[in-house]
């Protein structure tokens, strides 16, 4: 059989890193598209790496941008490739409303200057289009649970240019039989997130507070409910959305939501802690109430439990707090997705539940900040993370 060729924008973010793994392991040959920087930014690829004077590689890396259509178009005719997944974007929905105007250039004209190029290459019967679209596009709820037919209320400069994004690969399909999906992800996690997203914010600081490295957590809106899964199920949605004889579009989710808050309380229980929340509003934190030693001492390191048990210690500081600089705009108060077409048509099932995706993140972040740890305590600088 001829060997599949993918070509991945945003091969370097989350869903890039762990969608390249997959494809790799089922023989494609993958090219990927990331942005020129004068720091390296492959942390999440580094293992799949392939020097380009390695004879048969199958990661091939080329230098691309989503505002350059002529890049774009250069790139497929290049690399001729029988699935395109278009990952790239601008994703922070906070900083989208400081970015608006980039933010509708990358996420919304981006997608259109990739299906254009596959039509104008003549590729429209060859090459197969993933779209990644988002549970934002739902924003202010129409409809509970969120289903493909739920209409959308976008609630931020992101969710606009995503849901251009949707509508124009629609468009294409229709007007030019192209064989173009959109996957409705809800929010998808996993120890590489960004280390400025919420669930990532969370794991990473919980870790360094119990390392004692770090005094306090702040975060925006707690009781924002939103639909959780692991990113490693999700990638595989997208991939089977391409392998259907007739594209079409798909809700992928849990169907099981969760506050900010009790996401917190989980990621805590999961190191032996458990948190009290007091208060309400902009007044409302988060305080240690009670440890389980032998967890905490298993899972974090006997040598840190005498400095966590001063957090606990009646009358003692909090640890988590709430700051109004992280609200949005327009809020986006709930989020849960129904995923039974998902499950009917592609059949796919996740195999991560929000437990298990809490514990993997814990694990890999209290693995990372005790190096951190370790190098402070040996004097040497570690990599600061600022927002």
């Known amino acids: 059989m001829t060997q599949k060729v993918a070509l991945i924008t945003g091969i370097t973010g989350q869903d890039g890193a762990y969608l390249a793994e997959y494809l790799l392991k089922k023989g494609y040959l993958v090219h990927g598209i990331k942005r020129r920087s004068s720091l390296f930014n492959t942390d999440r690829i580094d293992h799949l790496y392939q020097d380009p004077h390695v004879e048969n590689r199958n990661l091939v890396l080329h230098y691309g941008d989503m505002t350059d259509s002529m890049n774009l178009t250069r790139i497929v005719q290049e690399v001729q490739p029988d699935e395109i997944y278009n990952l790239a974007a601008m994703s922070h929905v906070a900083v989208s409303f400081e970015t608006p105007e980039y933010t509708a250039n990358a996420d919304g004209i981006g997608t259109l200057r990739l299906l254009e190029a596959v039509r104008l290459l003549g590729l429209t019967q060859k090459t197969r289009i993933y779209q990644a679209s988002t549970s934002e596009l739902y924003g202010l709820v129409q409809e509970v649970p969120q289903k493909e037919t739920t209409p959308f209320y976008p609630r931020s400069p992101y969710a606009v240019a995503k849901m251009y994004a949707y509508w124009i690969?629609?468009?294409?399909?229709?007007?030019?039989?192209?064989?173009?999906?959109?996957?409705?992800?809800?929010?998808?996690?996993?120890?590489?997130?960004?280390?400025?997203?919420?669930?990532?914010?969370?794991?990473?600081?919980?870790?360094?507070?119990?390392?004692?490295?770090?005094?306090?957590?702040?975060?925006g809106n707690l009781s924002a409910k939103r639909d959780w899964g692991h990113a490693k199920d999700y990638i595989k949605a997208m991939y089977l959305i391409l392998q259907q004889e007739k594209a079409d579009d798909y809700v992928i989710a849990t169907g099981i939501t969760t506050t900010i808050r009790d996401f917190i309380k989980l990621a805590v229980n999961e190191i032996g802690l458990e948190i009290t929340f007091q208060g309400e509003g902009t007044e409302e934190k988060g305080y240690f109430t009670a440890i389980d030693d032998a967890l905490f001492s298993e899972k974090v390191g006997e040598q840190y439990l005498e400095g966590i048990k001063a957090r606990i210690a009646p009358g003692n500081q909090h640890v988590v707090a709430v700051d109004p600089a992280y609200f949005r705009p327009t809020e986006v108060d709930l989020l849960i997705g129904d995923p039974t077409k998902s499950k009917t048509v592609l059949g796919w099932e996740p195999r991560y539940d929000l437990a298990g995706l809490i514990k993997d993140m814990m694990q890999s972040d209290i693995k990372l900040m005790q190096k951190d740890a370790l190098l402070q305590e040996g004097g040497y600088r570690t990599l600061n993370y600022f927002e």
């Open 169 to 219: 690969t629609v468009n294409y399909r229709e007007a030019y039989q192209m064989h173009a999906s959109n996957g409705i992800l809800f929010n998808h996690e996993s120890p590489i997130r960004g280390e400025t997203f919420v669930t990532r914010k969370i794991t990473r600081a919980i870790s360094r507070i119990a390392l004692g490295m770090q005094d306090k957590l702040f975060l």
